[in-house]
C-alpha cells in the first residue's frame, strides 16, 4: 500500500465572460485550438481567426454573433471588439497549456508514487496500482493553478502579450504637414516694423541718429508660400504609489516656445537634417483621485477654451498642483495653482568695465523672472444635451518689466550696462518697448552722437485677469454645437505720463506723417462657434469654425501667444474660419483662413491659410 500527499494550494482564477463563451462554445474552441496549433508549428492564425464585421450575415458562431450585434448597436467599435475577441484566445489559450501541463505533471507524479511505493516494498511482493479519481483531478487543478499563476505572471505561455513592466510604458505621437501661405496688402509700413527680438537676441543696436534707417525690420510685404512639418513622439510610465513619469520630443527650426514647425528647406537648405527638441519632461504624483502635483516641464496646467491668451501647445517648465471635486450630482469644480521660472540669472553675468577704469569687475545683481498663476473654475450639465465649463485665472508675470540702468559708458556693441538682463529673451511681436541704457555722452561715443548701443524692455508690468468659457450644444449629437469665450485684462497696465515719454512704438499713426498719441491697450476678447464633431478620428467626421478675436498691445506678454493668427503676438484684430475633415482612422484634413490687422501703431495686416494634413497614434 501507499499514499500520495498533496497539500491544496488557494488561489482564484480570474476569466473574462467572454473568454468563458468562447471555450464553451465548440467551433469556436475548435478555431481557437487550430490558432494554437498554428502558433505551435510556426504558422500565422490570422487566416482562422474569427472577424469582426457588420455584415447582416449569421455566424454559427454565438460568441461572433453577439460581438458583431454589439458592433452594429454603436456599444462597441470595430477595433474594441477585435481587441476583446484577441484577448480572449489569449487567455483560452493559457488555460489550455495549463490544463495540458497540469495533466502531464499530474501522470509523472503518479507513476513517481507506483515506483517509490514499489522501491519500499519487500523483493516478490506484488502491486496493484489505483489512484482514485478524485486524487487525480485535485492533484491536477493544483498544478494547472500553479501553472496559470506562472504564466500570468511571465506571460510565456500567451503569444504577442508584453512583460508586465511594459505595460506600464505608454508611447504617443503625432505628424503634421502643412502647407501656409502668407498674403500682405499693399501699404504696409516696412520701416517701422521693428523687429525687437532680434535686437535684444543679438548684439545691441546702435540707434545713432546716422544709423535711423537701418533698424532690423520684419518683413511686411513680401508674400511667402511654405511647407513645414511637425513630428512629436512622447511617452508616459507609471511608476508606482501614484508616481508617473513622463517625456516627449519634438522638431523645430529654433527653441521657440511658441512653435514646434519646421520648414522644408530652412535653415541652409540642401536637406540638411533638422533639430530635436526635449519637449516635455516631468514627474507627476497623484496621491488621490481628483488630485495631481506635477514638477518639470509640462502641459499647460490651466484650462483655456482658446488660443487668446496661450498658444494652444505651449510647455510650461516648474511647479503645478491640480485638483477637482464634484460638489452636487453632474457639477465639478475644478482648480490649479503654480510657480514657473521664466528666467534664471546666469551665475557667471558680470561687467566688464572700460579700459581707463582701474576698477576690478563688477558682478550684476540677479534678475530672476517668475511666473504665478492661479485658477478656479466650475464644469457641469444643464441635462444630457447642454454642458458647460467656467473658469476665472490670475496671473503674475513677476520682474519681465525693464529697468533702466545706472548711468553707464557704452562705447562700442561689446559693452554692458547693469539692467541689460531685464530685456526679454524672446519676443513676437505687439507689446511696447523701452531703452534700457542710460549712456553717458562723452568723447567715446562723440557725445551722444554716436555709439547708441541700445537693448529694448517692456514698457509695462503684466499681472492679468482671464475668464474663459465654454458652452456644448449636443441636441443634434454626434453634431455639436460649441461656443467658444474669454477676455482677458491687464490689470497692471499703466498710461502714466512717465512711461509714455519712454516708449519707441505702438503710437497712432496720423494723415501728416507726424508722431500720433500713445495707443497701447491692455485688453483683449476672442468669441468663436464650431459646429460637427468635437473630435476628428474616424472617416469623413467633420466640424467648422468661425470666429473673432481682437488682443489689445499689452493685454498680454506677446511671447507666449497663438504664433498662427497674424504672424504670432498681441496687438491684432481681426476674424477667422476653418473646418477639419477626417480622411481615415485617426488621420484629418485640416483648413483655417486668417486676417489679421494691427490695432495700433503703422498700419500692418497680413492674411495666412493653413492646409494640414494630421496624424495621431
Known amino acids: 500500500m501507499f499514499e500520495i500527499k498533496f497539500g491544496a494550494r488557494r488561489g482564484t482564477l480570474l476569466a473574462a465572460s467572454l473568454t468563458a463563451l468562447i471555450c464553451a462554445t465548440p467551433s469556436f474552441a475548435q478555431g481557437a485550438g487550430d490558432a494554437a496549433d498554428a502558433v505551435d508549428i510556426g504558422k500565422s492564425p490570422e487566416s482562422k481567426r474569427p472577424k ?19 458592433v452594429k448597436q454603436g456599444v462597441l467599435t470595430e477595433e474594441q471588439a477585435r481587441s476583446l475577441i484577441d484577448q480572449a484566445e489569449k487567455e483560452a489559450y493559457v488555460q489550455r497549456q495549463a490544463t495540458k501541463d497540469a495533466t502531464a505533471k499530474a501522470g509523472d507524479a503518479a507513476k513517481a508514487a507506483v515506483a517509490a511505493s514499489a522501491a519500499a516494498s519487500p523483493p516478490g511482493v506484488k502491486h496493484v496500482t489505483y489512484v482514485p479519481e478524485i486524487v487525480k483531478r485535485q492533484l491536477r487543478d493544483d498544478i494547472k493553478k500553479e501553472v496559470m499563476a506562472q504564466a500570468q505572471k511571465e506571460n510565456w505561455a500567451s503569444p504577442g502579450v508584453f512583460p508586465e513592466w511594459a ?52 518683413d511686411v510685404s513680401q508674400n511667402r508660400n511654405q511647407f513645414r512639418f511637425r513630428a512629436r513622439l512622447g511617452m508616459e510610465a507609471d511608476l508606482s504609489d501614484g508616481f508617473t513619469v513622463g517625456m516627449r520630443f519634438a522638431g523645430g527650426e529654433n527653441n521657440s516656445p511658441v512653435s514646434q514647425n519646421q520648414t522644408f528647406g530652412y535653415n541652409g537648405g540642401n536637406f540638411v537634417k533638422y533639430s530635436l527638441w526635449i519637449d ?18 509640462m502641459d499647460n496646467p490651466f484650462w483655456s477654451p482658446s488660443d487668446l491668451v496661450w498658444y494652444s501647445d505651449i510647455g510650461f517648465d516648474g511647479f503645478a498642483a491640480k485638483g477637482h471635486y464634484e460638489v452636487a450630482e453632474g457639477v465639478t469644480a475644478f482648480a490649479s495653482g503654480g510657480a514657473f521660472p521664466l528666467f534664471n540669472t546666469d551665475l557667471n553675468a558680470g561687467i566688464n568695465l572700460p579700459s581707463y577704469d582701474q576698477g576690478p569687475p563688477t558682478s550684476l545683481p540677479s534678475h530672476d523672472k517668475w511666473l504665478y498663476g492661479a485658477q478656479l473654475g466650475i464644469a457641469g450639465k444643464i441635462d444630457p444635451e447642454y454642458s458647460f465649463k467656467l473658469a476665472a485665472t490670475y496671473y503674475d508675470f513677476n520682474n519681465v518689466q525693464g529697468k533702466v540702468s545706472s548711468a ?44 547708441q548701443f541700445q537693448y529694448f524692455g517692456l514698457l509695462q508690468q503684466f499681472r492679468p485677469v482671464v475668464v474663459g468659457g465654454q458652452f456644448d450644444i449636443a441636441s443634434f449629437d454626434p453634431i455639436h454645437v460649441i461656443l467658444d469665450g474669454e477676455y482677458i485684462v491687464n490689470t497692471a497696465f499703466s498710461r502714466s505720463a512717465l512711461l509714455q515719454s519712454l516708449a519707441v512704438n505702438n503710437f497712432q499713426s496720423t494723415s501728416d506723417g507726424t508722431i500720433g498719441r500713445y495707443g497701447a491697450g491692455n485688453m483683449g476678447y476672442l468669441a468663436s462657434v464650431t459646429v460637427g464633431r468635437k473630435e476628428i478620428r474616424h472617416l469623413w467626421e467633420w466640424n467648422v469654425l468661425a470666429g473673432y478675436r481682437y488682443l489689445q498691445s499689452d493685454a498680454m506678454v506677446d511671447a507666449f501667444v497663438d504664433n498662427s493668427f497674424g504672424l504670432g503676438g ?18 484629418w484634413l485640416t483648413m483655417r483662413w486668417m486676417s489679421a490687422d494691427n490695432i495700433a501703431g503703422s498700419r500692418y495686416a497680413v492674411d495666412v491659410l493653413h492646409l494640414d494634413l494630421n496624424g495621431k497614434f
Open 570 to 587: 498681441t496687438n491684432l484684430k481681426g476674424y477667422f474660419v476653418g473646418g477639419n475633415l477626417g480622411v481615415g482612422e485617426n488621420v
Open 52 to 70: 469582426v464585421t457588420k455584415a447582416r450575415a449569421i455566424s454559427p458562431n454565438a460568441t461572433i454573433n453577439l460581438v458583431n450585434l454589439l
Open 167 to 218: 505595460t506600464r510604458i505608454r508611447f504617443y505621437g503625432d505628424m503634421r504637414i502643412r502647407y501656409r501661405g502668407i498674403y500682405y496688402p499693399s501699404g504696409n509700413d516696412q520701416v517701422n516694423a521693428v523687429n525687437f527680438n532680434a535686437i535684444n537676441t543679438g548684439s545691441p543696436y546702435d540707434v545713432s541718429q546716422s544709423n535711423a534707417y537701418y533698424w532690423p525690420t520684419v
Open 408 to 451: 553707464c559708458v557704452v562705447s562700442s556693441a561689446s559693452d554692458v550696462c547693469d539692467t541689460d538682463m531685464t530685456r526679454p529673451g524672446f519676443a513676437q511681436r505687439g507689446n511696447s518697448y523701452m531703452p534700457l541704457r542710460s549712456i553717458i555722452a562723452d568723447s567715446s561715443n562723440n557725445y551722444g552722437t554716436a555709439n
Open 280 to 297: 516635455r519632461a516631468f514627474f507627476k504624483y497623484q496621491p488621490v483621485d481628483g488630485f495631481s502635483i506635477t514638477a518639470g516641464r
